[in-house]
């Protein structure tokens, strides 16, 4: 049986940071943050700077928790969901590596794959093929470069930590937004958006269930440049710069996401009975009052920036408290690695 851990480290290795949090159990229904480390890096990591960055990360986060759960931000990850017969998961994970291009019209024979069952939202019979009447269930594929996991691996085997779980960002996102908002996680449609440097990521659930996880070709990185070239023409005083311009720039550089976001849920809308009601922003632009008030205008409705804590108690070192509501809103995915080991156990 495996071992039972009561306090977990979390970790995101984003493309540009790496973000970690000590989660505690306190009890069946209880949990701590106790604390948090964030670092940027760059870009480019062979690993020993990757293990060296992660030194630094896990001194400050304290060293404490047993168990580590590890998420992975990147741009050359695999994310699908597919419609296959019923097939245990070891046998199509096999098929996906050898039949990539077939399956996920992607060749996946230097890629780390893993795959699961994509439960219903609702019970019922699964889907048949129209020629065949075979029985065909939603399948949920994601997978790295071997090279990046040799990497990763070899990273935390020099700080001699071992890994109990390696998943995608994204899966991490929704396991924490179920973690934190276990009501709306189990009976609403809902939709995550999760703004990052150089992209965003859209996950659609509804129900428990998994519909839909894209990418955007948009991030913080585009908006800052655009209100930094606007400033710039107008003499490079952000004074010179009054501020219904400012708006109307952010505005028309937040159009390539809204524009994206509008068509995921016209995507999940026009297929399911379901309506979606709210989105739940994250990533650093979600700080932002009038970033929230651009995207609520142009995507007619609620957008909230999501606490993935909410369920949490805080138990930070002094001092570290008023940092922490700042920067939660980048830790929504090394929360949802910690929770997933945690509830495994």
Known sequence: MAKAFNSVIGIDLGRFSIKAVVVQRRGNNRFAVSNYALRPVSETQDAEQLAADLKAVLLEAGGGAKGCAVAVSSSDSLIRIIEQPVTPTDILREG????????????????????????????????????????RLRYLVGGLPR??????????QKNRRPVQVLQLASICAFNAFEFAKPEAFANEAFILLDIGHLSSTVTVGVKKELILVRSIDYGGKALHEALKSHIEAAGGDPGESDDESMLDRARVSLSALTREVSSSI??????????????????????????????EEELHM????????????????????????????????????????????
Do not use: H, Y
Request: glycine share 8%; charged share 25%.
């Open 266 to 295: 016209g995507f999940f809308e026009g297929r399911r009975e379901e309506t979606i009601t709210k989105i739940f922003i994250s990533g650093g632009p979600a700080r932002s009052k009038v970033v929230l008030q651009i995207l």
């Open 96 to 135: 996906l590596r050898l039949n990539g291009m077939s399956l996920l019209n992607q060749d996946c024979r230097d890629f780390v794959l893993d795959c699961d069952l994509v439960k219903p939202a609702e019970a019922g019979a699964p889907a048949e093929s129209a020629e065949s009447g075979a029985q």
């Open 302 to 345: 609620p957008c909230e920036a999501w606490n993935p804590f909410e369920s949490c108690e805080l138990v930070l070192p002094a001092g570290r408290r008023e940092s922490f509501a700042v920067d939660m809103v980048n830790l929504n995915v090394a929360c949802g690695a910690a929770a997933d080991l945690l509830n495994k156990n």
């Open 147 to 156: 090279e990046r996991v040799s990497r990763i691996s070899e990273a935390f």
